[in-house]
Every structure is written in C-alpha cells, then in structure tokens.
C-alpha cells in the first residue's frame, strides 16, 4: 500500500490551470477579473452587478453534526462534492469562506479542505491571500482611531467614553490585547479608557462584508455601525463620525469576490469569513450570488455544526438576501458518531456499532432541524479508513428509518470519483421541487421570542433564562426599532447545550443568556451564552515555531 | 488659458499599459510576474537571482534641499528624471517608496508624484497597494504575540518584561496606542505590562526589509532582532523565541519587488517605506539592485532633504549593499529658498530675488555636503508658475559659483518633454567617470565618533552632548558586536540643526543626542535628537471625513 499523501503534498502537486481559464469556464471575461498572482482574482463589481438579470443556479448547503475532536470534514465534503457535480456534467461553483491569517501561527492547520478535496493555492490561501482580512483590519481600526481622536478634540458628540462599544481588532492570536488601557502617556495620547481587541474575523465588519448586496449597500451598513453610546443614552453611529464613506474605500477591493480552483480546476469563490458564534459564520453573499449566476449549482458551507450554522445560514443569511437554498447535506462520520455516543477518542480505531447508533441521535435532531426550514436533506458519510462495513450500515440505516438517504462519500482519497452517488443525490433533491425554504421565525417577534424559539425548536431546551438587564437590553433595542432583526446565537458548537460536554441529542436543558450585543450594520442581535472567546492566545508551543520557508521557496509546517 | 488639472484627474485620464508589457519592455517574462490586478505586479525572486551576473546600469540619486511648506516637489522630480531619461532614449527605470497608509486618512496627501510626473494606479498605490504593509504589520505584530506568550507559558528565556523593547504596530495614525498597558483582565491573559504601538512604516522589519538582499538575508536579520533583555541584562533574540522563520513566511511576498508605471508607461519599482528620521528614509535595496540590472539608468530618491536623506542613503544603504551611486540630483524651489530666507509662506507669491539668495546657503551647504560622498552633482530646479526669471537666474548664478549647473524642470506641467536638459546633464555627469564613491566615517570608528562626524560635516554642528546614558549603551553595544554598525541620525528634517525652525545654514549649534535604539536586525544604531513620533495622530478634521467612492466606482478625497 502506498503511503498517504500529506494535504501540502497533495496541494502542490496539483497541476493548478491560470485562474483567467477558470473564469472563462464561468463566462467571465478577463477585463472582469482582477489577478493575484496566476491563480487568484477577484471579480468585477461592474461584471457582477451585469448580471442581475440572470437566472440562479441551485443552492446547495453543507452542513454538519456537532464538531467533535473526531473531524467530521465539512469544507472537504463541500469541496469535494462541486468536484462531484461538475464530474457528473454539472456547471457547479464552490462557495466556502476565506481562513484567518492569526490562527494559524496558533494550532490550527489550514482551511482549504484536505485530501483529494481542496482549495488551492492553500498556502497563500491560509496567509495573507488578497488582502481582504487586512482591508476589514484597517477599516475596523480607522473607525476606532476616529472615535478617540473625536473625543481629543472636544467630543462633540458627548460620546460617553466608559459607554464605547467599538474596540480594535487584529488578525493575530494575541491574549495580551484582550484588554487593555489606551491614551496613557498625557495630555497628547487622549483621555485614557479601558478597550481592547478581538481578531479580525469577529470584527462587525466581517459580518458586513459577507451581507452586504454591494458597495452601496456596504456604506450604508457601515453607517448604521452603533459605536456606543452619548451621556444621553443615545446610540452614535460611524455615519455621525464621517468614518462610513473613508471605510467604504478601504473595503473596496475587499468587497469583490475571490476566484480560486479545486484541485480539479473547478471553480471555487473563498470570500469571507465570519466568526460563527458572535457572528453568522458564512461566505460572503455577493460571493454566493454571483456564483449562483455563474454556475448551475452553488455547493456553500455554514460554521459549526447545523444547529449554529445551518441556523444561522437560514435565519440570516437566505432570510436577509432572499437567496432560496434547494437542498442541505449533513455530513457525519462513523469516528464522530461513535464519539456522540460515548467513545473515547483512542477507542475510535474499534468497532462499535452500540455507541454508534447511540450518537445518531445527534445526526438525527439535525435532520429534522434542517427539514423544519423547508429544505430536502441528504446524509454524507464522509469515509474514513478505520470504518467497518457494519457500522456504515448503521449510518445507512438511521438514516433511512429518518426518511433520508446517508452516502457514503470517498473524497478525501480519491476525489470527485468518490462522491458521484453523492453528486447524483443532490441534483436529484435540488430539481425535485421539495424545496420550500421558510426561515424559523417571523421578523415581528418579539427578540426574546426569536431566542426562545431557536433554543426550544433547535436545541431542545427546556427553558431561556437571562437577567432582567438582558431583557431590558433587548427591549429598549426594539423601541429603538432594532426589533425586527434576526438573532445570532452564540453558543457552544459542541453541544445542542451550552454545555459543551454534552454530546447526543440532550433534551430539556436550560440556555443561560449573559449578555446581547447589537450588530446594528451587520443586522442582528447576539445572544451570548456562557463564554465566548473573541481573541484567542497562542499555546504553550505555538505552530509559528515549526512554520518556515524551505530552500525551494515553499511554506513547510502551515498544515 | 485653461484650468490646471488635479493630480487625480491627471492620474485617472492616464493611459495605462498592461503591467506584463512594462515587465516585457524591461526584460521580464511574463511567468516572472506576479499580477495584482492589471496595472500592478511583484517581481519573482528566482527571475531576480537569476540576473545577478548581469551589469550594473548607472544609479542616480535624486535628494533635496530642507523641506519646507513651500514644498520641494522629490518624488515629482524623481519620476520626471525617469520619464526624461526614457525620453532621450535611455532604458530608465524609477525607484521610490512605497507610501503609508494610515497618513492618507490624516491630513497627508498621495505620494506617487504629482502633475505630469506620477507613478500610477495612484489610489492603489496610495492604500493597500499589494499588501506589504500589512505583511509587515502582521510580522511585526506575529512577534509581540510570540514574546508575550513565552513569558505567559513559565518564561523559559527569563525576559525582563521591563526591557522589552519591541512593541506592536499599526498601519494608522492613532494617538491612543501610543502607550498602553495590556494583559490585563486577570491570568488568563498574561502579565500586565507597559507597551503601546508605533506605525507600521516605523518598525525595525520595514528597514530590514529594505535592506535585506533576499529570502536568506531577511530571515536572518529577522532573527536578529533584538526584542529586549533578559533579567542578566543579556539580549534576547527574535530567534531566541524562534520567530525568525515564521515571520519570513509573512514576508515572502512583500520582500519581491512592485512594478508599476509612470503616466508616460515607463517602469517604476514602488517598493519599502522606512521612516526617514529612525530608520534609513529609502526604497528596497532588492528593487535598486534589480532595477541596476534591469535598465541602463535607476533613478531613485531618499528622504527628507539630503542631510538625513542623502547621507543615510549613502552611508547606510549604499555602504551596506555595495551599491555606488553616479550622480545625485539635489532638488530646490525658488519658493522654498525663499522661505529658507527668511520669506513668510503668504509673501511667497512675491518676487524677492534677496531673499532666494540668503536661502540659497541651504542649498549651497547640500551641494558641498554631497561632493563629500564622492558624487557629482546637479541641481533640479523644480519650476513653479510664480517664479520669475531674476529669481531663476539666481539660483543657476549660485549654483554656478559653487561649481554646479541649476537647471530648470518643468515635468510637473509637461512631463518629460520639460526635463530633458536635466536628463541630460545626468546622462553626462552619471558617464564622466566622475563618481569616486565613499561612505562618510569607517565602520570601525566608535559609536558616538560616528555621530560627531556626521554633526560636524554634514550639519556644521559645533558640538555633540549626550547623558552619560547613552554613552555608557553605546559603549555596551560595541562590547556586544555592534560598534561596526552605521548610525542613523534622528532629527528633525527642517533644519540642518536639531531646531526644526532654524532655516538656512546654520553653524556652530548644538546636537543633543537624547537616545538611542539598536536595530540590530536593520543593522544600524539610531541616534535620537529632539522628540521623534512614531505613531502621528489625526487632525481636527481628517481627511477620512472628506474620502469616499464616487459613483463611477473612484475614490475622491483622497488627494
């Protein structure tokens, strides 16, 4: 037996084709694209909005169980399965979200999918790619040095410095900037005040970014950014500060989608990429639009697991731009199974078909969540080599007896080949006419209501509770006519809990709300559950130390 | 007569080549190229190796007089001499820096020229342009994130959290970071310690990259930065927290050259900015060298007037890369003699040929100061429409009396056709065999002697002072291993002496030598005088708030 290719071995073997003939396969003319390098560009918002007229392709979702330290290889079964569909003779585009640059000097490896399904150049894709995350990093940051020098100089606004909820940001894995006192040093650093960073992708504007129609429409959200707050109570928003226009120009490039390839040269857009707690965890929309003109279906992605993602990708992505997903496929493995259902993670290597059906709980509450939005599934068995025939059958079988069909998908060792059933499942489901898309809720709930239904019809839980500032909060939010947005659930990805322990399908448990944030640009509320990291640290050994540049040129120790 | 246009309605009317045919024209193969967008690209490092045993074409600096707020007009200058040179039929090739982002938001207008003499995409340019800034950002950050996770993991190296030396940046003018405490919020985010950010143009890895020869030079210069001291007062190394490598992955692209073109499409390297005061005020030496390769004639320039910029680019940049300068163009303005004579900026409007010749002892100190280095000269006399014909006639008479020829350019209003005589002169001076290069002092005098020769013979100081401080660090360094390092002065760049109002030539007045910092990694010990700002602010009314995207997709305000 051969032995098995790393991810970077298989990526730079790949016979990558100049990105200007995957645009062309996609009808976009070279003046429309922008090129990085040979195999990057970014597409026109000229060619984009060019477009508007035509029909939409089918759009596909990717989705999953909850994580566990399993894997369950959500990007690489979305890459995988556009490499399918174009297999099969279907014109598909790929749809993931770009990685962020900070983590990958942490322990993280890189996002590009793995196997035989990637993304490349995954390398450049993983570090600063074209720009975008550094666009969102100074834009975020502008805004922030306006707010400060606004108050240097007089503080025309009366903006209650202790009430700024606008802090900085920085796409690095940086513990020390958590929190931190500013404008130390006298008279000419500014009036000192507690703030701190998060990492670029929690920024307000990556979520912005990735909802935004157009640059029109980017401006205006970039305007409705509610910064804090005056002695009075009122909110100050980025427009009453004239940052939203110099923003604007700083997200210019940024805003335009990133055209890539499969390691089979189809078409990929990477573009955007969303915290999926704080924030709603999908590619861009203008990205998915596009391709979804370009392409007859549109494979896309949600973070997390379908409870937050799936949820999130419904609720406020497709709810907020009108876009219509046909079909959903949750992605399983036997391995994260068999963890649901109690196994240790050194015991995944042995059969155990108990634990396994025990753990189908889990696949099986999604199944029926997903199908709550109006939107046919499909199961990926996303194939490892330590599954038995035996507990296959047992994925194949819960399933079934759910009203499902569960494939089993060999992407990751042999590419499109392995996924055709999957491929030929999918364009049945999307052309079948079962889609009726309807997100959870209705935009004139209460926001309380909005939170206790996701929690009682996704989660299971038995009861929302909150203090009464959190009530208080909400309701003065919709008195300020921010009632009819929609809830962005910050939650464990591990659980249907906020206990992230809590593996299966648990009923009946209580979701604590600490804390409600406004995105007032991006539009929705956040529901905090227990602790959310916005700025992680680096470990004892951080991946930075293994990370060099080879005597060939090439980036060794990212993966 | 009709209405002067703007630099931006000149920049925009351009037509621009496919930067594949200005690559072409130099020699550049297509593959060699990496494009950002149509108009933008990076030159391949292994193209750049490959040229090494080529000749060296002649290389022309171009410097200036003090500034002043009459303005010089030394990038302008620096791109007409360019597009002369290729006018008279002389393969010519531009090399400038690249500007900082941040100061475009504040009250700083582009910096890629002006008039007829303009280095184009100039919004490009002029914001992310291809991301180097923001690699650096992210090295340099990617370095403190390193430093101040290895102490919170049990500070195995024992670093003194009081002597760390290295700080983080921004790519911003945002006074509140100046000083800052971070890690606060309890254990989990480390030592609460003192730190704050400088901009991004101000940190050590901008220098170094400017002067590292390639991929190799810079990982080890990265490694040997010194990033504060250890409780034994020893210094800790970028490499001792084994950063070096990762932070050269981040920098592997911005380390390749950036081609561009003039409005006349003839090439332009856009590459490196270090701050002129505590760093070395030049382009990379990696885009020199290539250009040297490239074309018959490289023009390129330095900061601030010739006494900073001048002088470091010779005996910093030049001493250390082996580069040997041709000739020098020192830049004046009949305006801005006229303020070193003592003419208020509202008069200058008024002929005032007294007070041009009392300024002209600043230019007339430049010239002699430049014939030190070993390099003929000739003065540019940037032509504005105010000056009168006494006015310019004096200035050629005192440059004549100092040996010189003063000719007078006028590329701002008709581009090259208007500087040929000076393009000529430079092909004459450059080809005369008269350049017998050599750096002001030895590597190996002392530190502080160093200092005291440059006070002496470039800014006619009388006296050098300094704390018993910083000589006793000085000496320390050069028990380190540092003595042999050039020095580079930080003052201001208004005045031959260190106050800023003092025009002219001053004589005989006193340097104060506050500080010092060591860039070992650059390869250079700075020496402060005066107050040195590392991280501007913004204005009252930045021009963030003036800055947008019109409806033709192009952004206003931003000149």
């Known amino acids: 037996m051969a032995a098995v290719k790393s991810d970077i071995e298989i990526a730079r073997a790949a016979r990558k084709k100049p990105v200007v003939e995957i645009g062309a396969r996609l009808g976009i003319p070279v003046e429309a694209l922008a090129p990085y390098g040979h195999d990057k560009a970014k597409v026109g918002a000229d060619f984009i909005a060019s477009l508007a007229d035509r029909k939409d392709g089918k759009l596909i979702l990717v989705t999953a169980i909850n994580p566990t330290p399993a894997g369950e290889g959500k990007t690489t079964t979305t890459v995988g399965l556009g490499d399918g569909l174009n297999r099969i003779g279907k014109k598909a585009v790929i749809c993931i979200r770009e990685p962020s640059l900070g983590p990958c000097f942490g322990v993280k490896g890189g996002a590009a999918g793995g196997g035989y399904a990637q993304v490349v150049p995954m390398e450049d894709i993983n570090l600063h790619f074209t720009g975008d995350f550094h666009a969102i990093t100074a834009a975020h940051n502008l ?101 939203d226009k110099a923003m604007t120009v700083l997200l210019k490039d940024a805003m335009q989608p990133n055209l890539v390839q499969t390691l089979e040269n189809n078409p990929a857009f990477v573009h955007g990429g969303p915290f999926a707690n704080i924030a709603h965890g999908c590619n861009s929309v203008i990205a998915t639009r596009a391709a979804l003109k370009l392409g007859d279906y549109v494979v896309t992605e949600a973070g997390f697991g379908a409870d937050l993602g799936a949820e999130k990708f419904f609720d406020i992505k497709c709810r907020k731009s009108g876009l219509l997903p046909n079909a959903a496929v949750i992605v399983a493995t036997v391995r994260a199974l068999k963890m649901n259902g109690g196994v240790r993670k050194e015991d995944l290597g042995v059969e155990d078909v108990e634990a396994l059906r025990r753990g189908s709980a889990n696949l099986g509450r999604h199944i029926a969540n997903v199908r709550k939005f109006g939107v046919p599934v499909v199961v990926a068995i996303n194939h490892f080599i330590s599954d038995t025939e035996d507990e296959i059958a047992a994925v194949k079988d819960y399933a079934a007896r759910h009203g499902v069909d569960a494939i089993l998908c060999r992407h990751w060792a042999e590419g499109s080949a392995g996924i055709e059933e999957l491929a030929e499942k999918v364009v049945e489901l999307a052309e079948s ?100 990291m916005t700025m992680p640290g680096l470990p004892r050994v951080p991946s930075a130390e293994r990370i060099f540049l080879n005597d060939d040129g090439f980036v060794e120790g990212l993966f």
Chains 1, 2 share one sequence.
Not at 457 to 466: D, L, M, N, Q, R
Not at 513 to 526: P, Q
Request: proline share 3%.
């Open 143 to 243: 805004l922030t040095a306006m707010i400060d020098n606004h108050v240097y100089w007089g503080n025309a606004e009366n903006i209650d410095t202790r009430r700024i909820t606008w802090r900085r940001v920085m796409d690095m894995n940086d513990r020390a900037l958590r929190q931190v006192v500013a404008s130390l040093g006298g008279v000419a650093n500014g009036f000192p005040r507690e703030s701190g960073f998060d990492i670029t992708v929690a920024s307000e504007i990556m979520a912005i970014l990735c909802l935004a129609s157009d640059l029109k429409d980017l401006e205006r959200r970039l305007g409705d950014i509610v910064i804090g707050y005056r002695f009075d109570r009122t909110p100050v928003f980025a427009r009453d500060l004239k940052a």
């Open 433 to 532: 006419g079962q889609a009726k898309f309807q997100p959870l809720y209705l935009d004139q709930l209460p926001l309380m209501e909005k939170i206790e239904i996701i929690a009682s019809k996704i989660y299971h839980a038995g009861e929302v509770t909150s203090d009464k500032g959190v009530r208080d909060q909400l309701k003065a939010w919709e008195e300020q006519g921010y009632g009819d947005l929609p809830v962005c659930m910050a939650k464990t990805q591990y659980s249907f809990s906020t206990d992230p322990s809590l593996r299966g399908a648990p009923e009946g448990h209580i979701v604590h709300v600490r804390e409600v944030r406004l995105s007032a640009g991006a539009g929705f509320v956040v529901a905090i559950t227990g602790e959310i």
